[in-house]
Structures are given as structure tokens and as C-alpha cells.
DNA sequence: ATAATTTGACCTTC
DNA sequence: GAAGGTCAAATTAT
């Protein structure tokens, strides 16, 4: 098991330096939903494991000789290039709707948004950013991938991160909308969907491939009950649920590359099936609230035949159990616990693992509620209410709040030292609120 | 003790 | 009847 025992505050750092541009920058759509460059930002920026001295040197403005000793670029350089970064984004959001027929120029914008912070992330040292968000060459006649030589999925990793942004919302904005139409376009016509698995590089029949599994098979195998009493009364197959999408998502790359991939919301497996001309299984998951919150949604991942790096995830049905509560209100600010601080912190990032952290918080401080109202804009509020009360180093222990547009209702404040005490002295379970602050990445080298 | 996974049986659809 | 999807007991993990 791994714990952080002494979270790094440099990501708050960050964004207390950051709080002032991204309220600014920052762009919440009609329905909530935080745009593309915030979420660039949190994968690519908010990575970054410690905060080099030196940059926190010139964070701090200080006049001291820190900066003196470090010849590379000052944290006052790479905030100029997040901003830059920002600002790229935020042109790109202008132009969605008249861009919107145009994949290759979309995608070229979505490449120079993901530069910009690529070179901010080059400047803290990061190699990993290179990695992760590396873009795709663009050939004129296939921007979305399907380059030679390349595999066929995720060639525009920038549009990918995007994807469970998207997943169960059925009333769209506009701006989600238009991601849609981009991530169809990046998946449909030029990946390779998985419905030609006959034959298709396969070396005679079935391989069956054990799925993570780290037990050994027992050698007996106990007879099990012959006859027993199925109840299908309330059962949706999947097929039949409205609401799928389909999408290719990459194994990870560190650690256990067998493990599913981790969209951010927990899912119980409930079955596994080996599908006729498939060399992998089918794994069927549906969410871990289904029985407290009644949660319909499933999903189902199965390795790609031709490309065993790859996944392809169907979504069936929405996860009603984000919807399910007005927790947040309930909670006692300021002296806020230190999981629903981090569930509020985490759905400042719009992030499905956020989502996670709230229902956590859920679970702790109130049963569910019999009258579901939409959680979404509460949880972004409080977000929001919390960045300038981070910001708020001016005055020690002061609580500014910020009416989001958009937000109706109440306003929460959340001094920052409650805050910055939950999330650093809270650590008393397996993950630290920065994990649920940060959760797309990890840095934990299991070989 | 509880939660999650595994896996053969059972059910539904085609 | 075959294949996909789900159930639930057994097993394993936490």
C-alpha cells in the first residue's frame, strides 16, 4: 500500500499563484462543465511531483539568493507560458462553433494549447509531460491519426482527456457538443473499431488470457449449485440501455499494464466473457453504488485483438450517482472534514475520480437523499469558493469568496488554512487528498 | 469482517 | 443453438 505521508504543497502553490488567471480564464459553460484548457492544465501541470526550489524562489518574488543560483527559467517564465497556454485555449473556445467543420484546424489548435503547456512543463523539468501528451504529427489527410506506423488509437491524446468529461450527460452544452463531435471524429472514422476481430490476426482459436488475476487456479474445482433461482425481474441488459458510447482508451503505461483503465468512477466487475474471434476476454463492470444509489451505470472493456495496448470501453447508461444529493450543502464549513474538503477540492478539477471523492464524502455525512437534485454546480461552487480563499494570501486567514456566474444560491467560504489542514494532516487512509486532487497521474514506479 | 473478484451456470436475444 | 450478458456462490483481497 502506498501513502504519501508528507503531501508537497506545490500544486496548492501553484494555483495560489495561478487563482487570480484562472478565475479570470477559467470558463465554466451553462451546465457546469470546466473547458479545455483547465483540464489540460490539471493533466499536464498539476503533475508535477515537487516544486523545484529555485522556481518557488521566484513564485515568491523573493530577493533572496535562490535566484541567484538557478540559471534556468523562473516560475514567474512558466506561469507567462501557462498563461499563454490559457490564452490559445480560450481562443479556441471562441472559435468552436465556427471551427467546428474543420477537424484539422481544431486539432492544430488543440496541439498548440497542448504545446504551450508542454513547454511550461519542460520548464519544471518534467520529462513525463513530453510523454504523455506528445502530439500526434498531423498529416493533412488524417488529422486525427491513422499515421503510418503509428498505432491507430489515442493519436490525439489531447481530445482523449476530454472523453469522460463527456460520458452520461444527456443534456449537452453546446461547448460539450462540439467535443463530441470532435472525439467522434478522432475515433470513428480512422481508428479501427473492434467489429472486425474474425480472423484478424489471430492464430487459430481463442487465447484466453487471465485478467489480473493473481491467484492461482485451485486444481479441484468445487462442484458448484446445479439449480438455483435466478431473479431477472429489474434486469436492463446493456444492449438494451439507451445511452452507450464507445470509446478506445490506452492501457496505462506504468505499472500493471493488465489493469482496466481507470476512468475515475469506481466499478465492481461483475462478470467476464469470452467473445467468439476475440483473443481477450470481456469484462463487465457496473458502478459500486448501483446499491446504495441505485446507480444503473455499466461498462464493458475488452482488449483490442490488433492492438493489445489499447481498450475498447462501452459506457451503458449515466451514473445517476452523481446526481443523487446535494451532500455539500450539508457540510459543516468551515470546519470541513478533511474528505469532503478533498471531495470538494477534487471536483474543482471536473475530474470522474472527483465525482469518486464526493460520493466518499457522501457515504460519511448524510444518507441519500429521496429527492436527487443535481450536485454538479454545488460541488463547482464550492470549487471555485475555494480558489480565491487560497489566494487569499494578502491576508492571513481571510476568506474571500467569489459569486461563480452561473451558480445560483448560496455562497460557502472555506478559509484556506482549513483547507490547506485537511488536505496536508489528514492523511490517516490509503490516499492523501491530493490524490483526489490530482488523480491522473502517479509516479509510483512498480517494476 | 467486509468488499471485490472470479467463474460456472443461467437467462435473453438473435 | 450460439453468443452475449448477468447472477451469485466461492474465493481472494483489504
Redesign the pocket.
Known amino acids: 500500500m502506498k501513502h504519501r505521508s508528507c503531501p508537497c504543497p506545490w500544486s496548492l502553490l501553484l494555483l495560489h499563484k495561478l487563482t487570480p488567471l484562472c478565475l479570470r480564464q477559467l470558463t465554466i459553460t451553462a451546465d457546469k462543465h470546466i473547458t479545455v484548457h483547465w483540464i489540460l492544465f490539471m493533466h499536464v501541470l498539476a503533475a508535477h511531483p515537487a516544486p523545484p526550489l529555485a522556481l518557488l524562489g521566484g513564485l515568491d518574488h523573493r530577493d533572496d539568493n535562490t535566484k541567484e543560483l538557478f540559471v534556468g527559467p523562473t516560475m514567474d517564465d512558466v506561469l507567462s507560458q501557462i498563461e499563454e497556454a490559457f490564452r490559445l485555449a480560450e481562443e479556441l473556445r471562441a472559435e468552436l462553433g465556427a471551427a467546428q467543420n474543420n477537424p484539422v484546424y481544431l486539432a492544430e489548435r488543440c496541439h498548440g494549447i497542448a504545446q504551450a503547456y508542454l513547454a511550461a512543463s519542460r520548464m519544471l523539468g518534467y520529462p513525463h509531460g513530453s510523454d504523455d501528451l506528445s502530439p500526434p504529427a498531423l498529416p493533412p489527410q488524417h488529422p486525427f491519426g491513422g499515421g503510418s506506423g503509428s498505432t491507430s488509437h489515442g493519436n490525439l491524446p489531447q481530445l482523449e482527456l476530454l472523453r469522460p468529461f463527456l460520458s452520461g450527460a444527456p443534456s449537452s452544452s453546446p461547448f460539450q457538443q462540439h467535443l463530441g463531435r470532435l472525439l467522434e471524429a478522432s475515433s470513428s472514422p480512422f481508428n479501427t473499431p473492434a467489429t472486425d476481430t474474425f480472423g484478424a490476426g489471430t492464430s487459430g482459436g481463442p487465447v484466453r488470457r487471465?485478467?489480473?488475476?493473481?491467484?492461482?487456479?485451485?486444481p479441484v474445482?468445487?462442484p458448484?449449485?446445479?439449480?438455483?433461482?435466478?431473479?431477472?425481474a429489474v434486469?436492463?441488459?446493456?444492449?438494451?440501455s439507451g445511452e452507450r458510447m464507445t470509446m478506445m482508451v490506452p492501457v496505462q503505461r506504468t505499472g500493471n499494464t493488465d489493469l482496466p483503465p481507470d476512468d475515475g468512477y469506481?466499478?465492481?466487475?461483475?462478470?467476464?466473457?469470452?467473445?467468439?474471434?476475440s483473443r481477450y476476454p470481456?469484462?463487465?463492470y457496473?458502478c459500486?453504488h448501483k446499491n446504495y444509489y441505485g446507480c444503473e451505470a455499466?461498462k464493458?472493456v475488452q482488449r483490442l485483438d490488433d492492438d493489445p495496448f489499447m481498450y475498447e470501453v462501452t459506457y451503458c447508461g449515466n451514473h445517476t450517482c452523481l446526481t443523487s444529493t446535494t451532500p455539500l450543502l450539508t457540510l459543516p464549513a468551515p470546519t470541513t472534514t478533511a474528505a469532503s474538503t478533498a471531495a470538494a477540492v477534487s471536483m474543482l478539477t471536473n475530474s470522474p475520480t472527483g465525482s469518486a471523492a464526493i460520493l466518499a464524502s457522501q457515504d460519511l455525512v448524510m444518507a441519500p437523499s429521496e429527492h436527487p437534485t443535481p450536485a454538479l454546480s454545488t460541488a463547482i461552487q464550492l470549487g471555485i469558493s475555494w480558489m480565491p480563499s487560497a489566494l487569499a494570501g494578502t491576508g492571513e486567514g481571510s476568506s474571500a469568496q467569489v459569486n461563480v456566474p452561473g451558480a445560483s444560491g448560496r455562497d460557502t467560504e472555506y478559509p484556506v488554512m482549513d483547507l490547506a489542514d485537511a488536505m496536508f494532516n489528514s492523511g490517516s487512509s490509503?490516499g492523501s487528498s491530493m490524490d483526489a486532487i490530482f488523480p491522473a497521474h502517479h509516479h509510483d514506479q512498480r517494476d
Open positions: 487471465q485478467a489480473s488475476s493473481s491467484r492461482s487456479s485451485p474445482v468445487q458448484r449449485q446445479q439449480h438455483r433461482t435466478r431473479r431477472y434486469v436492463v441488459p446493456m444492449r438494451e469506481t466499478w465492481r466487475k461483475y462478470g467476464q466473457k469470452d467473445i467468439l474471434g470481456r469484462s463487465y457496473r459500486t455499466k464493458k490509503g
